[in-house]
């Protein structure tokens, strides 16, 4: 048997987002950056739940949602566990990466920064 | 799908339910239904009509006019035995200790589960060898949650449980609350005040207003469209 985690998220709630959406990111950053390890074994959905005080559809969604991710796998009665798989735990970092790349372009874009400038400043020269 | 498991599926209906007290009218037309399994929040200010309509819901008063059917059943002493009642400034035996208290609990509720009770006590921190009298607010609260839940009733109602509370009492109940209900098989309806902190736990919440009804609507649908329950709850009592 896979030693029990003592993982438990840490989530500030902002009630005006999905709170799936919310325990996702951050399920995906603990995973990232190793405070969640391969093959650990997650909290029962009840448990999860209980601890956060939130719904338990909440928790059953985020679960289905990483394991539709393959980040997350259920072995049937033994419960929910992280990946062992390191190539899709570092794809998910890319993702991560990626995606806070799209949204400081679109920041920059905003605000009216080309790409080559938004560039130029990540090596220290804007 | 056969006819009993579809009435299954309806824990709470009422339709049309009008109370009135002497010439004040409590509660206008109110519809509602609440599906088999839900954590539904009955959410309004003092005064709203939610303690009357729990209270009818249970089954203990009837409206003047209007139908209350749960599981398909009209409400009423058929029915009790369905419903987990936790009603607003309940007060238990102050005589007792809590550990007198849940034995008598057990031998009046037939569908008392020892196990279930023992389990609670633990996770509630139940004080048992003081008098209910010499308990804590939050104490005799936890007490008074234990003997809802420890019943085997699928349906749960809550009047108002936090009212008086401390914090790490909330805390116990809220998680108490859910994971007794994580496998689905109970519904719970919850009068509640403190909005911001108990809508993690709603699948749906009903907002009632000078005793008028409107719900239930699907946090998580409010939530995708960037509204918390509470800027729902200002936008409906604005």
Redesign the interface.
Known sequence: MTEESLWYPNVR?D??????EQFCEQMRADIARGALQLGARLPS???L??????????VMRTYQELERGKLLVTHRGQGTFVTDDARIVEESKRDIARQAVAELRARAASIGLTTEQLWLLGQGEG | MNAVQRQDAIAVHCRNVSMKIRKKTILHDVDLTIESGRIVGLLGPNGAGKSTLLKMISGLTKPVSGEIRIFGQPAGVGTLDRVAFLPDRGKLPGWLTGAEWLQFAASIYPDWNRERARYLVEALKVNLDTRISSQSRGEEARLQLLTCLAREAPLILLDEPFAGVDLLSREKIASSVVADLADGHRTLLMATHDIREMEPLFDQVVFIHEGWASGPESVEILRQSGRSVETRYKEVFA
């Open positions: 709630i009630p005006s987002r999905p709170l799936y959905v009840r448990d739940a209980a601890w956060l005080r939130v719904n338990p559809n909440t």
